[in-house]
C-alpha cells in the first residue's frame, strides 16, 4: 500500500479564497482523523471519522471549516473563507481500528496570504 | 483526557541509548500510553505503545513503571536519523473513555542525537 496520500503537498491562495484539501487513507482502514500543526498551538485534531462517519469533530475551529468523508477512501477539508491565521500543515490520518497506530501522510503545506 | 509532561530537549551521542522519560500521573485504568516521532517536515510515525506491561519492538523499548505514572521510551542505539520530536500520549482505544480515539499530542522532547 502507499500510505496515506494527501493532496495538494503545498497550497498558496489569498484570503477569501475556498480551499480544499484531500486524503486517501489506507485501504481497509476504518478510521480517519485531520490533524492541524501551527508553531503555535502544535498538532490538534480537528475531526475524526469511523466508518465514514463523522465522531468527533470538537477541534475544528469554526464554521468555515467542514470535513467530509463520501466513501471509505476519500475524505476532504474544506475552508471557506480563508483567512490567513489558517495557515499551517494539514495532516491526515488513518488507522485499523482505535487501537491500532495511526498512520499519517506527508501534510498539506497551506499558505494564505 | 490524562496529560503528559516531557523534557522539552535532550541530547545524545550516536551509538547511545536515548531513554526519553515522561509523566502520566493521572493515567486511568483504560488508558494506553502511546509514542510517536515527528522528524523534520514530515507526519508523525508510531513507535510503541503499552498498557501496564514493558513492550519491545523493532524500534524502541517501552518501560512502564508498575504504578503507571511514568514511562520510559528507549532507544538502544541512536542513529542521527533518530533526531526528532517524540511524542508521549495516552490514549484509550475503548468507546466510552474521554479520550477514546484522540491523540491529544503535547509539544513533545526534541531529541538530538550528536555524532
Known amino acids: 500500500d502507499a500510505g496515506v496520500i494527501q493532496s495538494p503537498r503545498h497550497e498558496v491562495t489569498e484570503m477569501g479564497q475556498e480551499v480544499t484539501l484531500r486524503c486517501k487513507p489506507i485501504?481497509?482502514?476504518?478510521?480517519l482523523f485531520w490533524y492541524r500543526q501551527t508553531m503555535m498551538r502544535g498538532l490538534e485534531l480537528l475531526i475524526y471519522f469511523n466508518n465514514n462517519v463523522p465522531i468527533d469533530d470538537s477541534g475544528m475551529p469554526e464554521d468555515r471549516f467542514s470535513a467530509k468523508m463520501p466513501n471509505a477512501s476519500f475524505s476532504t477539508l474544506k475552508i471557506q473563507p480563508s483567512e490567513p491565521r489558517d495557515s499551517a500543515v494539514y495532516f491526515c490520518a488513518s488507522s485499523f481500528n482505535s487501537y491500532n497506530e495511526q498512520f499519517f501522510g506527508p501534510g498539506t503545506r497551506l499558505t494564505v496570504l | 483526557d490524562a496529560k503528559t509532561t516531557q523534557p522539552t530537549s535532550m541530547d545524545c551521542a550516536e551509538g547511545r541509548a536515548a531513554n526519553l522519560p515522561c509523566n502520566h500521573s493521572?493515567?486511568?485504568?483504560?488508558?494506553?500510553v502511546y509514542w510517536y516521532r515527528q522528524i523534520h517536515s514530515q507526519g508523525p510515525q508510531y513507535i510503541i505503545h503499552?498498557?501496564?506491561n514493558n513492550e519491545t519492538n523493532e524500534m524502541a523499548s517501552l518501560i512502564i513503571t508498575e504504578d503507571r505514572k511514568s514511562s520510559t521510551l528507549i532507544l538502544p542505539h541512536a542513529t542521527l536519523r533518530d533526531t526528532a520530536v517524540y511524542y508521549c500520549?495516552?490514549?484509550?482505544?475503548?468507546?466510552?473513555?474521554?479520550?477514546?480515539?484522540?491523540?491529544?499530542f503535547g509539544q513533545g522532547t526534541i531529541l538530538t542525537v550528536h555524532p
Open positions: 503499552g498498557l501496564k
Open positions: 493521572t493515567i486511568s485504568g483504560n488508558e494506553y
Open positions: 485501504s481497509g482502514h476504518d478510521y
Open positions: 500520549i495516552v490514549h484509550s482505544p475503548h468507546a466510552g473513555g474521554t479520550s477514546y480515539g484522540k491523540l491529544t
